[in-house]
Each structure stands twice: as C-alpha cells, then as structure tokens.
C-alpha cells in the first residue's frame, strides 16, 4: 500500500528517532528510515 502511494505523490514519514544509520546500534533505529529504505529498496550493505 505505502509504495502504491509514494509512486503517486510525496510520502512523508514522521519518526521520534533520527537515527537511520543500521551499522550504529548506540541509538534506537527510526522506523522512518527503514521505511524509507524499504520503499527506495536501498537496504544498507553489511
């Protein structure tokens, strides 16, 4: 549902958390981030 709509028009995702680097696990991740990830299917490498 979320790529039906971001293929569309703009999504805006809204997190507490800022951290959207996977590799620093110091901070709690934002699910934005990983959503947006998911949508642009741009996982990080390991």
Known sequence: MLLK???KK???LL????????????????????LKYFLENSYPKF
Do not use: M, T
């Not at 507490?16 to 590799?23: D, R």
């Not at 620093?24 to 934005?32: E, G, W």
């Open 10 to 12: 703009d999504l805006v």
């Open 5 to 7: 709509i971001a293929a």
């Open 15 to 34: 997190d507490y958390e800022i951290n959207g680097q996977v590799e620093f696990r110091d901070k709690p991740l934002s699910h934005a981030w990983l």
